[in-house]
């Protein structure tokens, strides 16, 4: 069992070190096995006689929503967090830190949005299953308020992907506002807890506007 777990672990790695070089265009079950030092077929032994099974075990490790999906889960079971407000607030800045310092990550939301793949529509899916547990905690607060918190955040999300894909890939400013310094940074995280708090105080006002 230690060998194969062992061996798992070295397939995963060689894609990791595959996808760092050449992308998802260089992924091949040949080359992988190549990489790993191993035979083919124990790729299709381990992984339920699939490459992309393999393919699919390093991006849940590498996605960070997939990477993140159990300690917010932790967090919402030890309710670490007095409000959801600031929950919320640190995991889109965190997303941010992340996705701007890993190159893989980058690479994944590039594959995703540029190509037609069954792996990366599942992959998809399985991410937004795990944004649902966020969903239900701000659902609670916006029911009824007339603020669709699902939008802003699709908003943000969106917003933090394409911002730093086109200041790696393009350089230069974006708005204004050069994500390269810390100072730009800085100001892209404040905007984040800004918005968050902006919907959080309308949906509160809109609230108590239907009560009164």
């Not at 889109?92 to 990366?120: A, C, H």
């Not at 607060?141 to 939008?151: L, P």
Request: aromatic share 12%; charged share 25%.
């Amino acid at each position: 069992m230690r060998n194969r777990e062992l061996t798992k672990r070295k397939l995963i790695d060689a894609v990791g070190e595959i996808f760092r070089k050449e992308g998802h265009t260089g992924l091949g079950v040949n080359k992988v096995a190549k990489q790993a030092g191993v035979t083919k077929k124990l790729i299709y032994d381990y992984f339920e006689r699939d490459f992309d099974n393999l393919v699919e075990a390093y991006i849940l490790e590498t996605d960070y929503w997939m990477a993140f999906a159990d300690r917010v889960q932790e967090l919402i079971d030890q309710r670490s967090y007095n409000d959801n407000q600031k929950l919320i607030t640190d995991i889109l800045q965190n997303q941010f830190r992340y996705f701007f310092l890993d190159k893989q990550m980058q690479k994944l939301i590039l594959w995703e949005v540029s190509t037609n793949s069954p792996l990366m529509r599942s992959i998809h899916n399985a991410r937004e299953s795990m944004g649902q547990k966020l969903f239900e905690l701000t659902d609670q607060h916006f029911a009824n308020s007339g603020v669709n918190f699902r939008a802003v955040s699709a908003l943000l999300v969106g917003g933090i992907y394409y911002t730093i894909l086109h200041t790696r890939f393009n350089g230069g400013v974006f708005s204004d506002i050069d994500i390269a310094t810390e100072e730009g940074r800085n100001e892209m995280l404040k905007a984040i807890e800004m918005i968050v708090s902006w919907a959080y105080h309308a949906g509160n006002a809109n609230e108590g506007q239907q009560n009164s």
